[in-house]
């Protein structure tokens, strides 16, 4: 791991910053933080070159203060990196990772997490874009009104879009055109397989493990990893002990087993490290924090994984499929970006204003043929 740095997909430290501090800086030392399980020392320790920092709000602020909310979380992964310029430097790039790797710092990048950050509009989507959000999570665990989550396969939720709508497909598509990761953890079967036929990219899963192993709708089903595995996808193996064992308690082996059975199913390019640090109440026994990864490694080395498959599942697949996206974004480079709005009835709330939809037209329209009708009823007997 000295010479193949951990890329890992997602880590909640942005929420712990906003729970414990309310995002102020100043309040907290990354050095000598302790009761999370993300400081400076650990992922150092941990051998972290780059990191996902997720800009995660909860489903409560869907259709109210969402996206104020959200760009808060991005903008204290932005001051994070320029506290401790040090440790973290902001990268929104293939070459921005590979040049952290060079430098010994821990490349940061930001993951939205969950489509209810962008409140249905592509502007915020292509502006997230623009202030270095490089995934997004389709659903976290709620419904946005262009696309379902897990909740549905475990029957939480009622499917609402019967996976994705048809304004979803257009949100799939211009995130191909940004060159943004399109990222399934925590979405619906019905979600998955639409994304994966849609996206003209390979995609990720950020923090997901495999259904067979844990049967919960959380993780991924064999039917999905060959779709994974045939499009050159990524699923990066979650450490949440209910998505490990489907119990409160689990240790590293079970987590490797999870390594293991996606190697086998979608092949050595489709494993990642997705760890879920700091998004978690538990994690396994020997995976206590992000110091533990090298942990994991030896795990691995146990089960016979050989140095050049540990390579891909640290770092190479990652790095593989972010390239990948790239290149389609360069292809797709000449394409104006996509102006089409969600349907206002859709969003329809007392939070959101009506301008620039013309929802009335159809209310006049009605208007209108009631009057016609009464002039012709008064024609008629008066």
């Known amino acids: 791991m000295n010479n193949s740095f951990v890329i890992d997909g997602h880590n909640d430290l942005p929420w712990q910053l906003l729970s414990k501090f309310n995002n102020q800086l100043s309040k907290v030392n990354l050095n000598t933080l302790e009761d999370t399980h993300t400081n400076i020392p650990k992922l150092q320790k941990g051998r972290v070159g780059a990191q996902f920092w997720a800009a995660y709000v909860p489903c409560d602020t869907q259709g109210k203060d969402a996206v104020k909310r959200t760009l808060e979380q991005i903008d204290v992964v932005h001051r994070m990196c320029e506290d401790y ?3 973290f430097v902001f990268v929104d790039s293939v070459k921005g990772i590979e040049d952290a790797f060079h430098d010994r710092k821990i490349a940061s990048l930001i993951g939205v997490e969950g489509a209810h950050s962008i409140d249905s509009s ?3 989507l292509r502006t997230f874009y623009m202030l270095g959000v490089r995934y997004m999570t389709l659903t976290h665990s709620c419904n946005a009104p262009w696309v379902d ?5 475990s029957g939480g939720d009622s499917a609402e879009n019967n996976g994705i709508s048809e304004f979803g497909k257009k949100v799939i598509l211009e995130m191909n055109r940004l060159g943004m990761i399109i990222d399934l953890a925590h ?16 995609v990720i899963f950020s923090h997901s493990s495999a259904y067979r192993v844990c049967k919960h709708a959380r993780n991924v089903p064999d039917e999905v990893l060959q779709i994974v595995k045939a499009k050159n996808g990524l699923v990066m193996v979650n450490f949440f002990n209910d998505y490990v064992t489907c119990s409160n308690s689990a240790n590293i082996s079970n987590v490797a087993d999870h390594f293991d059975y996606i190697k086998k199913v979608a092949g050595i390019e489709s494993v990642g490290f997705g760890g879920d640090y700091d998004g978690v109440p538990r994690v396994p026994e020997g995976l206590e924090d992000v110091s533990k990864y090298p942990d994991l490694v030896a795990e691995l080395l146990k089960r016979n994984w050989t140095h050049d498959e540990l390579h891909k599942a640290l770092a190479q697949n990652f790095l593989r499929v972010f390239r990948e996206v790239e290149k389609v974004k360069n292809s797709m480079s000449s394409s104006p970006a996509t102006d089409d709005a969600i349907e206002y009835e859709k969003i329809k709330s ?27 009823v008064y024609t008629l007997f008066f």
């Not at 989550?149 to 396969?153: E, T």
């Not at 979405?187 to 390979?202: C, G, Q, R, W, Y």
């Open 85 to 87: 310029p040090d440790v």
């Open 187 to 202: 979405v619906s079967v019905k979600t998955m397989k639409d994304a994966l036929e849609i996206s003209k990219a390979p």
């Open 122 to 124: 592509l502007g915020t």
């Open 149 to 153: 989550n897990w909740r549905v396969d």
């Open 350 to 376: 007392d939070c959101r204003t009506s301008y620039g939809y013309d929802y009335n037209t159809a209310e006049r329209q009605l208007l209108g043929k009631a009057v016609l009708v009464l002039c012709l």
